[in-house]
Structures are given as C-alpha cells and as structure tokens.
C-alpha cells in the first residue's frame, strides 16, 4: 500500500469527522453554518477517496473507473458550494445571493458533466504499471478548472476581507489562519489537479485532495482555537478526541514510513505492517490519559515536600457529587502530606485515621475563637495540651458559601517539611476552601 493512498484516506476520515464535531456542537442559531460545513467536508471526502481510489485501482476492478472519476469532478463542486456557504451564507443579504448563485451554478455544472463525461475525458489506462486518464484539452475541461478557480479566489477574498474588517483579535487571526491555509490548499489543487492533468501527469494528482482535506481539518482548529463558532456538545468533545488521536497517529505513521524505507530499502512495505503501527499507536494514545493519571497520582503521593494543587483540585472536583468524609480526609492526609486530617462537624470527628479525643476536647476546639482573620484558629490551653499529645499542628474552619462556620477542619504534622511556607500555607487555604464547598453542598 502506498504512503500517499494511506494519508489520503486518513485526511478524509479526519475531514468527514471535523464536519460531524461542528455541525452536531454548534449552537441552534449557527446550525445552519454547521451544516455547510458538513457539506463541505464530505464534498472533500469524498474527492479524497475519489482520488485515492483511482490511483490505487487495480485492473480487476478496471469497472468501476467512471464512477470513481465522476466523483473526482463532482465531489470538488460539492465541497466549494458547502466552503462558500460556510464562508458566506450568514453575511447578509449579499453573502445569500452569492451562495445560492454558485451553488445552483455547481448544481447545474455538475449535472451537464455527469451526462457528458466524454467532454472531459476520452479514456482511462488501468494497470500494473500505473493509472492513467486522459484528460480532452477543450472548453468543458477549461470551464471546471475556471469554476474551481473563481470559486477558491471568492473564498480567499471573502476571508480576506473578514479578517479585515474583525473587531475582535480573535475573529481576525482565525481567519488569517484559514486563509493562508486555503491559498496554499488552493495553489495545490489548481496546479496539481486542474494544470498537470491537462498536460498528461496525472499520477500526482493527490497534493491537491490532500491539501484541501487539511484545510478543512484546519478550519475545525480555527473554529475551536479562535471561538469562530461557539460549539458545545458532550460528543463534540469524544468526536475531538478521536480526531487529535487520528492526526497524531498519522504524524507517527508518516515517520515510519520515512524511517522504515530509509533504514531497510523497501518502497512499499506492506499494509500488515502499516496496519499493525497504526493499531498500536492508537492503543498508546488511549491508555495516555490513564497513565497520566497514574502518573499524576504518583507523583502526588510521593512527593512530600511539595502539594501538587493542580491533581488535589481535579481529584476534588471529581468526587465532589459523592463523597464519603472519611475517604476525603484519608486522600487529603495522603496528597497534602499531613500525618492526620480530619474534619470536627455537629461534634462528630471524621478522620484519615482514629484520634483520641474525648467528648471534652472535641466541645473545646468547636468552641475555638473565630479567626480575626483567614481561616486558621488559635489554640487556648486544653485544645493546646491535647494537640500536643497527638501531634496535632493547625486547626481551620470550614465555612459555608455565606462566610458562616459550619465546621473545622483538624490537621497533624506535616511530612517531609518542618513548617509550611507561605505558599503552601496560601494552597492549603485555597484546597480547605474547596473542601468547604464541597461538604457545605453534600450537606
């Protein structure tokens, strides 16, 4: 199997899935903007595949060649009419009556080069040896390649001009982004799909599709990097994993085949090989978030003599619908690196672990002053003493969302550090809030 028939088709499926994410996360009032998007992307899917497929055809299924160069003339009318719809069909009135010309036009077109596919091309060579169409140099060729050229410098112009006039930086780098990425798409497609063709190279028609498929892919990054679209969906955000795993693993697999060809010598390894790499870098992509969080969770419990805030507060935030006080005091014990933590509330100590406290000493630290200021209480001499004895350090109130003390929060000896400095005393405070929030909610 050859590298450009393996990228071609990967493009296509990472461009038909980047229309999918847009049109089902964008909101109701850009629905329809969604949808030519959608258009647009399986018009570049399917001329994709269409290329893909007649360049690796091979002479047993030699029948099905009209159709599949059918779809590489008409799958590019599709995907336009969808970009300038997507572009254009949302700019007022002007934006309609150039969308709805040029794709009652490419409607029009499409259907004259279907019912004369002889205008465009006289025969097709498949074999071992390659592929071939012969392309006829007259009018109706001339006239595809002219639509497809007005139709990419409307498009540029259109986003040139958007970018011009953008308020917002955003708005405008996004469509800087998209129009560089559609002139070098559109360069490619005109000179290695409309040019060589006509001139009898026509083995290397595949920069085109490929770069068109990649601007689509882009456009997807534009719209979610610079909020050119304001998408949201719980299966925009699956549909946009699988697309960042598709592309990474086709990054990996170029490389291979880079490296695999220049180490051993073979043109064409075989497609059991490039399955296999495929399939395994996929495998690795997935379990990435598990070992990450593995990772983090390691990391965390081990490194005493710093809080990583940033897992404690995700973990938090994860749990904080069910929660067993217990179970919380036992992870902060463990992550905050405190030899106990436990929380004192309506006179009931839930713990990382047993404290002896009697009924007394529990009603002397509920009764510590309220902190002038912060949420750290100071100790009079009963809870003091008692403290002493359990190597106790601090004691801190647990505060409800109107500032009102509903609790306390008991920590012990901090692990790894003598003290805490006052960074770590400032996390503490932000954690032992977040702690508060959740209790005061499941209360």
Known sequence: MQLTTILLIAVAVLAMLSGWAVF???????????AWFLIATIGACLWTFAIAAILSLHPEHKSWAPAIIMGIYLAPLVMDAGLIGFILWDKKTVGKIITGFFVIFNIIFGVFIALNQSLIYSS???SERGNHVAIINDWPYYLF???????????MVAFLYQTVQAKSKNIRYGNLFIF???????????????????????????PGPLGMGVMVIAIY??????????????????????????????IYTVIFFIIFTALFKIP???????????????????????????????????SVKQIDTAYIMKKLNRIATNVDLNELADFLADHLHFSYVGFLIDGQLYGSGPLALSSGEIREISRLKKPEKGIWQEFNEPVAEAF?????????????????????????????????ARRDLIQLEMIINLVSAIIDTKA
């Open 24 to 34: 089902i996360g964008a909101r109701k009032k850009e629905k329809l903007k969604g």
């Open 180 to 206: 560089i990425t559609l002139c070098i798409a559109g360069g490619l497609s005109l000179v290695f799909d409309i040019v060589l063709p006509v001139l009898g190279n026509y083995k290397d028609i595949w």
């Open 124 to 126: 097709y060579t498949i």
């Open 221 to 250: 990054y534009a719209i979610l990097r610079y909020r050119l679209m304001h998408l949201s969906s719980s299966w925009l955000k699956i549909l946009s994993y699988i697309i960042l795993i598709a592309s990474a693993s086709i």
């Open 145 to 155: 390649g002219g639509v497809i050229a007005v139709e990419t410098t409307v498009m």
């Open 268 to 302: 064409n390894p075989s497609p059991s090989i490039f399955i296999l790499n495929f399939i395994m870098i996929v495998i690795v992509l997935l379990l990435l978030p598990i070992m990450n969080e593995v990772t983090a969770f390691i990391n965390s419990l081990i």
């Open 388 to 420: 002493k004895r359990l190597d106790i350090n601090a004691v801190a109130e647990l505060q409800n969302a109107k500032g009102k003390p509903f609790g306390q929060i008991i920590v012990g000896k901090p692990q790894g550090k003598a003290t805490f």
